[in-house]
């Protein structure tokens, strides 16, 4: 038997060891000419074995990541055309437009029924959904003549840096989600700030260069009924005029964690970083523990059922569409940008202000059994916007829209037909004129969900005001002690 770091011809020993010990087998052995992909590879190898051993270890590292490499590639081609299939809208069309350098946004666009129709209704969706997030009002609306629009926030659904825009993530992040942004940004991503303010850009431009309608109605649920005051308020006197109402569907009322540095600029500049790439190695362990907690589609389906008020829950469908859409090879660092992003300069209640101040007329729509958004914001937004019509839908919670799609679509078009009525659709009843006045709509499972007007002329309204603003939950437990 030929002993370790000896020839034997064209033959070596293969090193195995079991428990410490050496276990030596033969077998034939590439010459290492063959190995390197050299010429001559018949001719017998007169290197030590030793060498001819590190040459082949070389090579099957070479191979193992070759194989890597390739089965990386296979994972991500799936896990792409896997949110391609879950991102995209069921009820209407999907489109691309090319927004700035190297950033593709995705929307959703569901054509008029009604010939010559010039009104369209821009949808925009809340933190975490996507444009996939309003399906059950695409079909409804465009049947009534309305053209509708949901785009894909940057850093949501399928719109995203065309490439890793910092690239070089360290290779212990690396992970779904997690394989783009952590590096050195690169060329023209330098500014780049996934965050509100990027957002209400986006949806200025994508306004005046992708929605071909003369009149627009803006609505948005939660963050997209912040974004929809933000970038309506900001509007220059040129696109306002196309703007003939806003709906906001349980508006978050604030973002973001830093002060703005109109409002507080020594707090603002205490926050070494403000969402600029890379994302720094401070605050990676918060914002991936973070992330990766949130994107567990059983933690998805828990927050989902938490901010519901349907017996039933939200399945399963909603938590997987979520969970793929954070699997982008930038969801982490699109995350991490997201928290800390500076507020913007107007705060939601200013923005509500010059809104009705450019007298477009608002629809406030709330599910009264929203834990987060509570009446109270539903009532102070009222105090901000008093000629708002304003309606509460019971049972509903934080994203009536999709919890209770045909009472959300009923009040929005019986409000549309009033504010922007399109020739040719079917008539409707109004709404409430009253305080206190209501209407049911039966859902398609059966539940009747009751759409009551509200609003107040004074502060204190007679016998319930003060009752019915405190949260659903609150009152539950109130219930409960009698």
């Known amino acids: 038997m030929a002993k370790v770091g000896s020839t034997s011809g064209n033959s070596v020993a293969d090193a195995v060891t079991a428990k410490g010990l050496g276990l030596l087998r033969l077998r034939p052995a590439p010459s290492v000419a063959r190995l390197r992909g050299q010429e001559h590879a018949s001719k017998p190898s007169t290197a030590p074995a030793s060498a001819l051993l590190c040459s082949m270890a070389a090579s099957c590292c070479a191979c193992r990541r070759l194989r890597s490499s390739r089965i990386k590639r296979r994972v991500t081609a799936e896990r792409t055309a896997r949110r391609e299939e879950l991102m995209r809208p069921k009820t209407a069309t999907s489109n691309k437009w090319q927004w700035r350098d190297n950033i593709t946004v995705h929307y959703a666009k569901a054509a008029s029924k009604i010939p010559g129709s010039d009104t369209a209704v821009v949808l925009l969706h809340g933190f975490g959904v996507a444009s996939f997030h309003y399906e059950a009002q695409f079909g409804p609306l465009s049947e009534a003549g309305y053209t509708v629009y949901a785009a ?118 205490a926050f070494p970083w403000k969402g600029q790439l890379p994302v720094p190695s401070s605050v990676r362990p918060l914002t991936l523990t973070w992330y990766n907690t949130l994107r567990n589609p059983d933690s998805i389906e828990w927050l989902l059922n938490f901010v519901t008020s349907n017996p039933a829950g939200v399945g399963h469908e909603l938590a997987e569409r979520i969970a793929t859409m954070a699997d982008h090879p930038a969801g982490a660092a699109a995350f991490a940008q997201i928290l800390f992003t500076p507020q913007a300069e107007l705060t939601f209640d200013e923005a509500l202000e010059a809104v009705v101040q450019r007298k477009i007329p608002v629809f406030l729509l709330y599910g009264r059994e929203d834990p987060w958004i509570i009446p109270y914001w539903a009532a102070r937004a009222y105090t901000t916007a008093p000629d708002a019509d304003y309606v509460q839908l019971s049972p509903s919670g934080h994203c009536p829209h999709y919890e209770t799609p045909a009472a959300v679509n009923e009040s929005l078009l019986r409000w549309l037909q009033d504010k922007a009525p399109v020739d040719g659709q079917p008539p409707r009843q109004n709404l409430p004129g009253s305080i206190g006045a209501s209407f049911a709509v039966e859902e398609e499972d059966g539940r009747e969900i009751l759409v009551t007007r509200r609003g107040f002329p004074e502060p204190f309204r007679e016998d319930e005001l003060a009752w019915d603003e405190f949260p659903a939950w609150l009152q539950q437990v109130a219930r409960g002690t009698e």
Request: net charge negative; charged share 20%.
């Open 152 to 269: 894909d926030n940057v850093g949501a659904g399928l719109s995203w840096p065309d490439c890793d825009p910092a690239p070089g993530t360290p290779a212990e992040l690396t992970s779904p989600g997690t394989e783009w942004g952590f590096g050195q940004p690169r060329p023209p991503f330098e500014d780049l700030v996934i965050g509100e303010a990027l957002w209400v850009d986006q949806v200025r431009d994508f306004i005046a260069e992708c929605v071909e309608e003369r009149n627009v109605i803006i609505g948005g649920n939660s963050l997209g009924g912040y974004l929809t005051v933000l970038a309506t308020a900001t509007m220059d006197n040129s696109m306002v005029g196309r703007i003939k109402g806003v709906a906001l569907l349980n508006p978050t009322p604030f973002w973001g964690w830093i002060p703005s540095r109109a409002k507080n600029p020594s707090l603002h500049d």
